[in-house]
Nanobody, 121 residues
Framework: VQLQACGGGLVQAGDSLRLSCAAS????????VGWFRQAPGKERQFVAA????????DYADSVKGRFTISRDSNKNTVYLQMNSLKPEDTAVYYC???????????????WGQGTQVTVSS
């Protein structure tokens, strides 16, 4: 599966952004999809993930209550709605996929390119 992430930008603290991860392939619904981020000088970290059927989600503690992951199977797209953004959310955001939720969180099989999110204070 091929993944294409977009939607990043420069916003102020407290603003919102929605990232999109578009996937190719007719079997997109078989894959769990996750979002990760990497800030300068830091390791890549897990942000959120959603199961193939969209019924189960998982979030990093740092984004719970502010970020929402969802998917539209008709559009082969997974979204990350980011609200109440903070300067510490600044990072390059990547989407990734694997066959199940644990797999995408711990060892993603497929990666998209990153999209930059910058939150100014």
């Amino acid at each position: 599966v091929q993944l294409q992430a977009c939607g990043g930008g420069l916003v102020q603290a407290g603003d919102s952004l929605r990232l999109s991860c578009a996937a190719s392939g007719r079997t997109f619904g078989n894959y769990a999809v996750g979002w990760f981020r990497q800030a300068p000088g830091k390791e890549r970290q897990f942000v959120a993930a959603i199961s193939g059927g969209g019924r189960t989600t998982d979030y990093a503690d740092s984004v719970k209550g502010r970020f929402t992951i969802s998917r539209d199977s008709n559009k082969n797209t997974v979204y990350l709605q980011m609200n109440s953004l903070k300067p510490e959310d600044t990072a390059v955001y990547y989407c990734a996929a694997n066959y199940n939720l644990a797999g995408v969180r711990n060892s993603p099989r497929y990666w998209g390119q990153g999209t930059q999110v910058t939150v100014s204070s």
